[in-house]
């Protein structure tokens, strides 16, 4: 057991035990409570003391306060090193400002959280504007890559595969899914009407009719591109696809929407969610045991 100490944000239990176990790093514990006026009480049980923490979160949005007073406590409790685990990396949507007056969330959330710990660690970050996430984070992030799980587990799963990717952003990712699977892929155009409406376009798929379609992606959020792809297959012959996605945001009746045109859908577990069959704890676990 290395000297590592995990502390996991409330919902983020079980997967912070999955860590720990694949790491062989110590599993601390978090009393969070309110107070009569509705303050946060936040207390460690675990001695953080010249050691380094890592701090599990993929919920900051509502738990930005308690990862505040975490970060803040551990470090003044003598940690050698506070890391943020983000499994999904919130707030890289809104990049830049589209209309007049809009905040540019994704920056100001990296100021914020580049003042808290001395480095990130996350899976597959949702980047569009930046190239990398040191464009918008002060500290050292690394960014580690569920692609090779992915491939891994359509090789396993389905025969035959046909990988589709969600957009050309994407073709070099699904490049690398599909040469792990052993399978061919292309990829869609996609242009998305709204925050919920897209439109896809599928290239000639002729030559692979008969092979068992994979559609992936990096997120599913209203999972409309998912639904979308799966009925444009639907209509060009093919069985109704697996779906594999990397971030099970899935917002209100989302998965329902997404099972209901898929054979299967499954998703990693960086956000806890039912779909969840691929996961990447020993992936998050081996790069903390080889941080500088």
Known sequence: MTNRLVLPLPGSEVFAERLATAGGFELGALESRRFPDGERYLRIHADPGDRPV???CSNADEQFLSLAFAADAVRDLGASEVTLVAPYLGYMRQDARFNPGEAVTSRTFARLVSS???RLVTVDPHLHRFT???????????V?????LIGDWIAREASAPLVIGPDAESEQWAAEIAARAGAPYVVLAKRRTGDREVEVTLPDLAMHHGRQAVLVDDIASSGRTLAAASQALRDRGFSFPLCVVVHAVFAE???ADVSAAAARTVSTDTLAHESNAITVAPL???ALANLP
Do not use: F, M, N, Q
């Not at 990398?132 to 992030?141: Q, R, S, T, W």
């Not at 580690?144 to 090779?148: E, G, K, Q």
């Open 54 to 56: 890592d701090i599990l």
């Open 284 to 286: 998050i676990a081996g």
């Open 116 to 118: 808290l710990v001395d």
């Open 144 to 148: 580690l890559r569920s692609a090779p």
């Open 132 to 142: 990398a996430l040191e464009e918008l984070y002060d500290i050292p992030c690394t």
């Open 253 to 255: 009746g989302a998965y």
